[in-house]
């Protein structure tokens, strides 16, 4: 029988009741912040459903109330029947204001699409070395700073710092000349592990609260220079203007990275799994899955350039390319016996399927600059100042992610056009944004 609410959710809903995402608001400027649901064009305010009792009774008592199918409290007679407590608990989405949707201890950001893996390669060692014959054998990553890691709303300061320098001369030192986004998607971790018990990686998924739509800022001309021995440091760490939104705890931004307020669970995308690539050669036992799966989400990147009004696609990927998958990420983490705890998050890296039109950088999309984008009159190798990007995702015909970020002068300002979705990634400027989800 299929899930229905009580609650009036238009068909075309970003959040009808088998999409429960969660996050964090705050209904008024003053309000201290709370956990919420999103449901049709409502946050479920979760601290006032718990005064009134309702995680007491006979759904959720004792039960793991984030699993989806339990989740659907708007199913309860106890709110369904009294209009006092509808009015506290239901907030209409247009009044909130979304903030980070977890505190986060950790980031770890993976490496693990192949044609990004490849191309990078191909850029600077050569075709005959592209990928090292490592990334074949195990899911690439690196710590980065959860620090800098901010949600929508959040200003972002172009960084600065050291440039590769040319001929005899000393390093370029200034604001970054090529500056970039990353497409990616984050697992945020939802029960962890103790310290020196790793987690079975077909267990892994049971550690994974849900995903998060991300994109990871990168300046490449710094990161380019100071990788090298130890891997990237300024360029995925700069800062940002931190007054929009009360922190908890400061969240993403590790090469300058932002990402969604709304977490969607994995039981609301496992409609759209599917099988993950063939992976060869097979991985070793410990990340060997009896059932290996992606998710059929469909992601899109568009650029509106400074001073136009209209946006500009310039690139079209999937969730499902990545080749190593979300589970294996996590049990690979964990396999010497590191500790993930609630709220770490895990970047899947860059998305980039295997055509030009699916790269998921502009690193490669021009080419680290070869070439230039056409935008409808404007041309791109590496975002401007006042350029505005827009990246979104979707499962068949419904909307998964959107946010928008937006960059005045050296300072990026996010916009975003609707709290409707598992997105409200940076925005500062609030417009309305469409964004339907299963």
Not at 247 to 268: F, H, K, Q, Y
Not at 359 to 384: D, H, I, M, P, V
Request: glycine share 8%; net charge negative.
């Amino acid at each position: 029988m299929a899930l229905k609410s009580f609650i009036e959710v238009s068909p075309d809903s970003h959040f009808p009741i088998q999409n429960l995402p969660f996050g964090i608001f705050k209904p008024e400027p003053a309000s201290p912040p709370r956990p919420g649901v999103a449901i049709g064009d409502y946050v479920l305010d979760l601290s006032t459903i718990s005064v009134s009792g309702i995680f007491d009774g006979p759904f959720l008592s004792g039960s793991d109330c984030f699993l989806q199918l339990l989740c659907d409290v708007a199913d309860e007679a106890t709110l369904r029947d009294n209009p006092s407590l509808r009015e506290k608990s239901l907030v209409p989405m247009s009044k909130v204001e979304m903030l980070l949707p977890i505190a986060i201890g950790d980031y770890t950001d993976f490496f693990s699409s192949m044609h990004h893996a490849r191309n990078c390669g191909i850029m600077f060692r050569g075709p005959e070395n592209a990928i090292n014959p490592n990334w074949f054998q195990l899911p690439i990553a690196y710590h980065g700073r959860s620090s800098s890691i901010v949600v929508s709303g959040t200003k972002i300061i172009r960084p600065r710092g050291q440039g590769h320098p040319s001929g005899n001369s000393p390093p370029y030192f200034g604001p970054s000349r090529k500056l970039d986004f990353e497409l990616e998607m984050a697992a945020v971790v939802g029960p962890g592990n103790e310290l020196g018990k790793p987690v079975d990686v077909n267990e892994a998924g049971d550690h994974i609260f849900g995903l998060v739509l991300m994109n990871d800022w990168s300046a490449r001309d710094i990161q380019a220079w100071e990788y090298v021995p130890l891997g990237p440091f300024l360029g995925k760490s700069f800062g940002k203007d931190g007054n929009l939104f009360h922190v908890l705890n400061a969240l993403w931004l590790i090469w300058g990275t932002t990402i969604s307020p709304w977490i969607v669970t994995l039981d609301a995308l496992e409609p759209f799994a599917c099988n993950s690539p063939k992976q060869d050669p097979q991985p070793l036992p410990y990340l060997a899955e009896k059932i290996s799966k992606n998710y059929d989400i469909s992601l899109e990147v568009q650029i509106k350039p400074a001073g136009q009004e209209d946006s500009c696609v310039v690139t079209s990927s999937n969730f499902n390319h990545l080749y190593w998958t979300v589970t294996q990420q996590l049990a690979h983490h964990t396999i010497n016996g590191c500790n993930l705890r609630p709220g770490d998050l895990l970047g899947t890296g860059t998305i980039s399927g295997p055509e030009p039109e699916s790269y998921g950088c502009l690193l490669e999309l021009t080419w680290n600059g070869q070439k230039s984008l056409s935008l409808k009159g404007a041309t791109r190798r590496f975002l401007e100042d006042g350029d505005e990007v827009i990246i979104s995702g979707c499962s068949k015909v419904f909307s998964l992610f959107t946010f928008l970020k937006h960059f005045p002068k050296h300072i990026f300002t996010s916009s975003h056009k609707e709290l409707i979705h598992l997105c409200r990634i940076i925005s500062s400027s609030i417009e309305q944004l469409q964004n339907p989800f299963l």
